[in-house]
Structure formats: structure tokens, C-alpha cells
């Protein structure tokens, strides 16, 4: 019996579920996912920081069976068995915008070419005869300064929207299964984690804006998250003086490992 058979014995489904046309690629083109694209792309708002009540995963948790299946049972989204399931992402939306970590270049030199008049120009002085503000960007507190003082974004102009942080995609749980000692669950990936810790967060700062809290208390919630978003990004360097339980680098490799396993998994199946 061939391999294919034997598959269809065991499992009671094709080894090669999908069939890809042949098809002639012209071009490849590489963008910034937006807000918009993650939300197309997503099948489930993280709302709730606990992944599992009672062994049972929790709807809208990051252990949600929407994510997709990687244990016996079928995928709650396309229905499909872990043979057949690619996994699906979520997002987390937050209540104020962040600065993307890995845009701090391009997003400071966009703030110091803008002027109020519409002019973009690299010089200090505006053609309006307007002096510009001045824009820095300070690593230990991972915030923008306007001529000295912190400037928030939700302060930003209009158009460098696209290098801030509205809404966070949560990858599939193929991508951050968790550690299980045969069916019990003994423990999430450290990316899981990480983005609990988001999650709680979120949750401090929505919680802070609901009950009207001074300004101090929203900002000091508020860098609270940017500090975990720039975690989940590898922001190595950016953040020393918070104390970690687990290397930075430790996430980036994760996710690196795991999308090679995907791509080198994809390819046999085009084969």
C-alpha cells in the first residue's frame, strides 16, 4: 500500500487535502499588514486573559478552539482535523494607538519633516517661516519627545498613522502550541504568555480610561502596554531596565522556527 493509502486508512482523509493549481508568478510584493488587512485576516478579538477554565478553553481567550486545531477534534472556524487545519489569527485591539517599534525611525523623521501649514520639507524652518518642532525619540521610557516633553500619539498628525499600533495580530496556536505531557496541559508557549501579558494590560488601561483616572495613572497604564507590544517585537535593547523572566530573542526564534516548519510543510504539499 502507498503512502497515500496508508494516510487515508489511518486518518480517513487525503494526504494532500488541497490541490494547487500551476500557476506563473510575475511578481512578489512585501507591505506593513494594516489595521484593516489584520482584521480581514482574523477570525477571533482576543477579549480575555485567561486561556483554559476548568481544562476547557475559554471563548475569546488565546486558546480559543478558533484559532485552529492542533489535538483530536475538528477546528471550530473551518471544521477541518489538525491534518487539514493551517490555523487562523486573531487580533487585540487597544483603546489608544502605540508606537510600532520597528517604524521609530521613519515615524521620527516623518514628525520632523510635518509642519501645521501642509509643507513637508527636511529643513528647520517651514517655507511659512514657521520653526518646527523638534522630535526625539527616547528609549528608556519608548516614547516620542516634542521638544522635550513626552508627546503621545494620540497627539500624532493624520499621516503617520500608518507607523503606529491600533490593533495586534495573534498568531495561530500552530504557531504557539502549548506544552502538553500527553492530553494534559502542563504549561503556554512563551509567546502565549507574552501575550496574556498584553492582554492584562489592555485590560488596566481600558479599566483607567472607563473610571476617568488622572492623566498620570492613564499614561503610566498606557506605557505599560507600549512596554509589552515592544516585548512581543523584539525590541532588544529597548527596555533594560525591565526585569524579564526569559530572553528577548527567545520569541523572534520562536516564531521564526515555526513559520520554517509551515513554509517546509507547505512545499511537500506542492510537490
Not at 489535538?71 to 482535523?81: N, P, Q
Not at 510600532?100 to 510635518?114: C, D, E, G, S
Request: glycine share 8%.
Amino acid at each position: 500500500m502507498s503512502l497515500h493509502g496508508m494516510f487515508i486508512k489511518f486518518y480517513g482523509e487525503p494526504l494532500y487535502p488541497v490541490l494547487y493549481p500551476k500557476m506563473d508568478i510575475s511578481s512578489i510584493g512585501f507591505s506593513i499588514w494594516s489595521a484593516e488587512d489584520i482584521l480581514k485576516a482574523s477570525v477571533v478579538e482576543v477579549t480575555e486573559s485567561k486561556c483554559l477554565h476548568n481544562g476547557v478553553p475559554v471563548e475569546g481567550g488565546l486558546r480559543d478552539p478558533r484559532f485552529g486545531c492542533i489535538h483530536d477534534g475538528t477546528c471550530a472556524f473551518c471544521g477541518k482535523t489538525r491534518h487539514g487545519c493551517p490555523g487562523h489569527w486573531g487580533h487585540i485591539s487597544f483603546p489608544l494607538p502605540l508606537v510600532h517599534i520597528a517604524m521609530v525611525a521613519p515615524l521620527v523623521q516623518a514628525l520632523r519633516q510635518h509642519c501645521p501649514c501642509g509643507v513637508r520639507s527636511k529643513k528647520k524652518v517651514c517655507a511659512c517661516g514657521r520653526v518646527k518642532d523638534r522630535y526625539t525619540w527616547v528609549k528608556t521610557g519608548l516614547a516620542v519627545h516634542k521638544n522635550g516633553k513626552v508627546c503621545p500619539p494620540s497627539e500624532f498628525p493624520p499621516e503617520v498613522d500608518r507607523f503606529l499600533v491600533r490593533v495586534l495580530p495573534v498568531p495561530p496556536i500552530h504557531i504557539r502550541p502549548p506544552l502538553t505531557v500527553g492530553n494534559t496541559t502542563r504549561g503556554e508557549n512563551d509567546l502565549t504568555y507574552r501575550l496574556v501579558n498584553i492582554v492584562r494590560k489592555t485590560h488596566s488601561l481600558c479599566k483607567a480610561l472607563a473610571d476617568a483616572l488622572p492623566s498620570h495613572v492613564v499614561y503610566e497604564r498606557y506605557e505599560q502596554v507600549q512596554h509589552a507590544v515592544a516585548d512581543i517585537r523584539n525590541a532588544v535593547g529597548t527596555a533594560k531596565h525591565l526585569h524579564r523572566r526569559r530572553p528577548e530573542g527567545e520569541v523572534e526564534a520562536e516564531q521564526r522556527r515555526r513559520l520554517r516548519q509551515i513554509g517546509r510543510a507547505s512545499c511537500r504539499e506542492r510537490v
